[in-house]
């Protein structure tokens, strides 16, 4: 029995997935996973504080899942709108505001890279989940409160 390759792409990227949310839990190398902010909100009410904290553990996320479709867009080089149109139902672009952003940069950066991707490797260890980190935290922490 032959099984279609829109079937059997689909069933890759969708494990792929989930054995890197299973391997999302191991600490990185810079230590996204500890947010330093949250002892000081715990004395603080401080708007920024709060900006920082969120982005702290949006960037998180955000290098995680950039990591994620890069090896998404890896394993589907020959079909880069089906890869295009799973990234989006993943990070949809109409929300009219910086997650927008977050998601376009999570889009740019996976076909940007997607030929440093290792699947074998945790995010945690991933050049791309690091460049994606380094570009999100460099963001002004305000573009945070929408979250």
């Avoid at 839990?25 to 909100?41: G, Q, T």
Wanted: proline share 4%; glycine share 2%; with cysteine.
């Amino acid at each position: 029995m032959k099984i279609p390759f829109n079937f059997k792409s689909s069933l890759v990227f969708v494990s792929l997935f989930f054995f890197a949310q299973s391997i999302a839990a191991e600490k990185p190398p810079w230590d996204y996973d500890n947010n330093i902010y949250l002892e000081l909100l715990q004395n603080s009410d401080d708007e920024m504080l709060l900006n920082k904290s969120t982005q702290f553990d949006v960037c998180g996320t955000m290098a995680r899942n950039t990591d994620q479709m890069a090896v998404g867009v890896q394993i589907n080089k020959e079909r880069p709108e089906f890869i295009r149109n799973i990234i989006l139902d993943f990070h949809p672009m109409d929300n009219g505001d910086f997650r927008d952003v977050i998601n376009q940069k999570i889009m740019d950066m996976a076909f940007e890279m997607a030929d440093l991707a290792d699947g074998d490797k945790s995010s945690d260890d991933s050049v791309v989940a690091h460049a994606a980190w380094d570009w999100c935290i460099a963001q002004e922490p305000e573009h945070f409160a929408v979250y």
